[in-house]
């Protein structure tokens, strides 16, 4: 956990709290419980939250405030959530989100 944000820009500076599972695309991973998503994910490496409807590109934090979206994921099947401001609970379902739908992407 080494790519750990350590103070969050509107949040301020981080408390660890206790450590807890929750999945991302199926995979379990551990993040601080109070955390936000975003920052479990790019501890563990993640740096792809969703990709565009349009254009099919990948998107991950950028403004790390909840202002963009860049950062929207699927969390316990509903889609739009801003992992940047959105804290980790144990047994989150978190899954890379496409386009603006829950759905997974599918090539016609």
Known sequence: MSERILEHPILGEMEKGKTVSF???GKE???FEGEPIA???KAAGVMIHRYTQ???KPRGIFCAIGRCTD???VVDGVPNVRT???PLKA???VKTQYG???EPFEKQ
């Open 54 to 56: 349009k254009e099919h």
């Open 39 to 41: 920052a479990a994910l």
């Open 71 to 73: 950062c929207v994921m």
């Open 23 to 25: 999945t991302f695309d």
């Open 100 to 102: 603006v739908s829950p």
């Open 91 to 93: 047994g989150m379902d």
């Open 29 to 31: 991973l551990q993040g």
């Open 84 to 86: 940047c401001i959105t």
